[in-house]
């Protein structure tokens, strides 16, 4: 079977994800590259795992979380749906099991709070993990501006963890927050969509979602 490490390893993937991260670059975007999609895929299986989840299905979350941003190499705009289809093309090559493919691709074409539904375990697991990667390292050597309020916020962000409560009840998203670099009202500004997502995320796979920063909860 098709594993993550196979997918991970894959020059031609590997390729599509440094380029796609470029064209986010030159658009002045933070870091989409092998940092964010590898904690991306590591916190969907995570969450998975957590909640019990086949291992397999958890493997297939994984591999959605490494591909989920490849279709920024076709443009910003509705990426999560040509990702979608960039993966299909990829996984197919590979002659990966249709039912699988069909788990992975419908997961990436959810996963933007634009368009993004919750509609499966994958797709939910996906978007915590990726609404939840905000970090300093994701913005770019040499282009933090703190005019710029993405700059602002993932620049101030000193971790970000989701932390999954051991009666399996509960998703928290749990941020350590310099104040002084942005306020949470910043935060708010730009990530309140994604944190609405999150919620209808986590409703998906029958816990409750909370957020916390700086040890206040507010959601």
């Not at 991970?8 to 999609?37: C, P, Q, W």
């Not at 969907?44 to 299905?57: F, H, N, P, Q």
């Not at 919750?118 to 970090?135: E, F, G, H, Q, T």
Request: proline share 1%.
């Amino acid at each position: 079977m098709i594993n993550y490490e196979v997918i991970k390893s894959d020059k031609d993937i590997r390729t599509y994800i440094s380029e796609a991260d470029a064209s986010l670059s030159a658009l002045g975007y933070s870091e989409h590259s092998f940092g964010h999609v590898t904690v991306v895929a590591m916190r969907a299986a995570s969450v998975l795992e957590w909640l019990g989840y086949d291992e397999r299905i958890v493997e297939l979350a994984k591999i959605a979380g490494y591909l989920h941003d490849i279709g920024n190499v076709v443009n910003r705009v509705d990426h999560s749906q040509s990702g979608a289809l960039i993966a299909f093309r990829l996984l197919d090559k590979y002659g990966m099991d249709a039912k699988e493919i069909s788990t992975i691709v419908t997961a990436i074409g959810n996963h933007d709070e634009g368009t993004g539904v919750p509609v499966s375990a994958v797709a939910a697991a996906l978007i915590l993990a990726d609404k939840s990667d905000v970090r300093r390292t994701r913005v770019r050597a040499g282009k933090y501006e703190p005019s710029d309020i993405h700059d602002r916020v993932n620049y101030s962000a000193i971790s970000s963890e989701l932390v999954l409560s051991e009666d399996k009840k509960q998703v928290t998203l749990v941020l350590r927050v310099d104040t002084e670099i942005s306020s949470i009202m910043d935060y708010f500004e730009i990530f309140l969509v994604r944190m609405k997502l999150c919620r209808s995320a986590a409703e998906r796979l029958g816990v409750t979602f909370k957020l916390s920063i700086n040890g206040q909860q507010f959601i």
